[in-house]
C-alpha cells in the first residue's frame, strides 16, 4: 500500500493570495490526482498530473487558477491562486495503488477570508 | 456533471440498526468503491466490487452492484456510533485511474 501525505494539513488565508500544498507519495507512481472538497460537498476531481508532462485539467478548472507541478515520481504540488472565499475547502491528493486501488492523502482544509 | 448520485443524502439510525445507502451513476464502470470520510478528514477505502461482480461482502458491509440499472447499494449491519461518518461511492473507467464520486450520504448513528 502507499502512504501518502500532504502539508499544510490546514492553513487559514487572505484573499488575493496564493497556497502552495505539497503531496508526498513514498513509492514511485506514474499519475497522481487532486481533488477538492468543498465544505459539506463530494469530490471533484482537479486535474491529473503526470510527471513529465503538463498537469490535465477537468472542465471548470484552469492552470492559471490551479498551477501544478510535479517534479518527480513521488511528489507534487497544487497552487491555489488569488484566492477567494470560494476557495475554502479540503484539498486531496491521490495515487493509484494498482488498477483497483486509489490512496489518498489526509487532506488540506484551506480556509479564505 | 458526472458526478454520481446518492441517497439518502442524510440517515440517522439507531445503534444496533442497519443503514442502508444506494449510489447512481451515469457512465459504463470498471469498478464501483465505497469510501468513508470522518469529520472532513482523509478518505477510508471500505469495499471495491468489480463491474463483473454482483454481490460482495466485507465483515459487517454488504455491497450489490447492478450494472443494467448503473446503481450499487452499500449496507452496514448491526450499526456503532463509529460508524458516524459521510459514506461516498465512487467509480473509474477502465484505463485513466480518475474516480468520479458521488454527491455522499451523512450517516449519523445515535448511541
Known amino acids: 500500500s502507499a502512504v501518502i501525505s500532504q502539508k499544510p494539513s490546514r492553513d487559514i488565508c487572505q484573499r488575493g493570495t496564493s497556497l502552495t500544498i505539497q503531496c508526498q507519495v513514498d513509492?514511485?507512481?506514474?499519475?497522481m490526482f487532486w481533488y477538492r472538497q468543498q465544505p459539506g460537498q463530494s469530490l471533484t476531481l482537479i486535474a491529473t498530473?503526470?510527471?513529465?508532462?503538463?498537469?490535465?485539467?477537468e472542465s471548470g478548472f484552469v492552470i492559471d487558477k490551479f498551477p501544478i507541478s510535479r517534479p518527480n515520481l513521488t511528489f507534487s504540488t497544487l497552487t491555489v491562486s488569488n484566492m477567494s472565499p470560494e476557495d475554502s475547502s479540503i484539498y486531496l491528493c491521490s495515487a493509484p495503488g494498482g488498477p483497483d486501488t486509489q490512496y489518498f492523502g489526509p487532506g488540506t482544509r484551506l480556509t479564505v477570508l | 456533471s458526472q458526478q454520481g448520485e446518492e441517497d439518502p443524502q442524510a440517515l440517522s439510525i439507531q445503534e444496533g440498526e442497519n443503514a442502508t445507502m444506494n449510489c447512481s451513476y451515469k457512465t459504463s464502470i470498471n469498478n464501483l468503491q465505497w469510501y468513508r470520510q470522518n469529520s472532513g478528514r482523509g478518505l477510508v477505502h471500505l469495499i471495491l466490487i468489480r463491474s463483473n461482480e454482483r454481490e460482495k461482502h466485507s465483515g459487517r458491509l454488504r455491497v450489490t452492484l447492478d450494472t443494467s440499472k448503473k446503481s450499487s447499494s452499500l449496507l452496514i449491519t448491526a450499526s456503532r456510533a463509529a460508524d458516524t461518518a459521510s459514506y461516498f461511492c465512487a467509480t473509474s473507467d477502465s484505463g485513466t485511474y480518475k474516480y468520479i464520486f458521488g454527491t455522499g450520504t451523512r450517516l449519523k448513528v445515535l448511541a
Open positions: 498530473a503526470n510527471q513529465g508532462s503538463e498537469a490535465t485539467y
Open positions: 513509492s514511485q507512481v506514474t499519475m
